[in-house]
């Protein structure tokens, strides 16, 4: 594809609920990040990939939050047990390793 | 630790008027910076970016930001802008080797006709 895509593109879930959300980077993009944007928030940080493997989870806030990119292309961000507070716009960008990140649109997550 | 402060939440400009959107960093080492631009339902489009050499960095739009070690800055200026830049821009700093983006709050710029 041209860009990062990133599926689906809003989500509204209950408390307590399980999600799943979905990144196709650019392809040959080995690096492969996710951030989450609060409202009226910079993007913060949450996970960075490099192939297969999680090279940085720093930043994910519990371990409620998890992701996996199993064949280092598609990558999943799984959220146990949503919280209001997860409410955000979740972000994944891709990258060649160090050089420029390319964003997807986002997914806006809503938990009720 | 590292981090990113942009002073102004809102600017508002006239159109064609020069614009100046400043960003104030913390980080140990030397920095990679990047400024980003966000229009509405738009993901984030790299504008320019700094790793090292000349500190005044040409980007796109006619975008250009100039790297003062002295003042951890890393300001973002336009000469004239145009309606089509209203939208939000942020500054980041890279770190950890692979470029882990630490965001600054954002900057939202109206422009007026």
């Known amino acids: 594809g041209a860009g990062v895509s990133q599926t689906p593109s809003n989500k509204v879930t209950e408390k307590g609920k399980y999600v799943e959300l979905r990144c196709d980077p650019i392809?040959?993009?080995?690096?492969l990040y996710w951030y989450r944007q609060s409202l009226g928030q910079g993007p913060e940080f949450l996970i960075y990939f490099q192939g297969t493997g999680a090279a940085d989870d720093s930043g994910l806030p519990n371990d409620r939050f998890f992701a996996v990119r199993p064949e280092g292309s598609v990558s999943t961000l799984k959220i146990q047990r949503t919280e209001r507070g997860d409410s955000a716009v979740y972000l994944c960008?891709?990258?060649?390793?160090?050089?420029?990140?390319?964003f997807g649109p986002g997914t806006r997550l809503t938990v009720l | 630790a590292q981090s990113v402060t942009q002073p102004d939440i809102h600017i508002t400009v006239s159109e064609g008027a020069s614009l100046e959107l400043r960003c104030n960093y913390s980080?140990?080492?030397?920095?990679?910076l990047f400024w980003y631009v966000q229009s509405p339902g738009q993901g984030l489009q790299l504008l320019l970016k700094y790793f090292s050499g000349d500190t005044l960095v040409q980007g796109i739009k006619g975008f250009e930001a100039e790297f003062k070690r002295s003042q951890s800055s890393f300001n973002l200026r336009k000469p004239s802008v145009h309606w089509s830049d209203a939208a939000e821009y942020f500054c980041a700093v890279g770190s950890g080797g692979y470029n882990k983006l630490i965001f600054g709050a954002g900057t939202r710029l109206a422009v007026h006709p």
């Open positions: 392809s040959g993009h080995t690096a």
């Open positions: 980080y140990g080492a030397t920095p990679y």
């Open positions: 960008a891709s990258s060649l390793a160090g050089d420029e990140q390319f």
